[in-house]
């Protein structure tokens, strides 16, 4: 009983250190996590297809990824507001586009692509699926980067 009693001064010694320590690295983690939020480069882009039109604001983070705004403006079906999300792999920019359809209060979620080539972004178009709610382009299934409508061209930024 003498020795069990000898040990509780050093184990509580050493929860006390590691619960210190944890502290430490979640206070070092958050600070490093706003380090990577930084924006490294904000790019501008327009597109046009006969009556409607497009607008992208790019900004590429320190850690490589991509969020930005995306606003199309279609004559028949109105205005797609949203955010996008991403990272390039390779010259593709794969994002993810969380939006709204005019007035409408219900949220969209899809995915796009966005091949970079002499400049611009060319928006493809693939199959998608949806599963768990999650949608995504099809595995396996090409994006076709000619058939898409909307190319876009750099532009000057525009405050929103």
């Known amino acids: 009983m003498k020795s069990s009693i000898f040990y509780l001064p050093a184990i509580a010694a050493v929860l006390v250190f590691f619960s210190c320590n944890q502290s430490d690295n979640k206070t070092t983690m958050a600070s490093s996590d706003d380090s990577v939020n930084v924006v490294a480069k904000t790019e501008c882009f327009i597109s046009a297809d006969k009556l409607d039109s497009a ?19 279609f004559v028949e079906k109105g205005k797609n ?11 593709t920019l794969y994002v993810d586009y969380t939006f709204k359809i005019g007035s409408s209060q219900t949220i969209y979620k899809n995915p796009l692509a966005l091949l970079k080539r002499d400049g611009k972004l060319i928006l493809g178009v693939g199959q998608i699926e949806t599963t768990l709610g999650r949608s995504y382009f099809v595995k396996g299934k090409p994006i076709n980067f000619d058939k898409g409508r909307f190319t876009f061209i750099a532009a000057d930024c525009q405050e929103k």
Do not use: R, W
């Not at 607008?55 to 403006?73: D, E, I, P």
């Not at 507001?81 to 010259?91: H, S, V, Y």
């Open 55 to 73: 607008f992208l604001n790019l900004k590429t983070l320190k850690n490589g990824k991509v969020k930005g705004s995306l606003v199309f403006t």
């Open 81 to 91: 507001d949203g955010e996008i999300e991403g990272m390039f792999k390779g010259d």
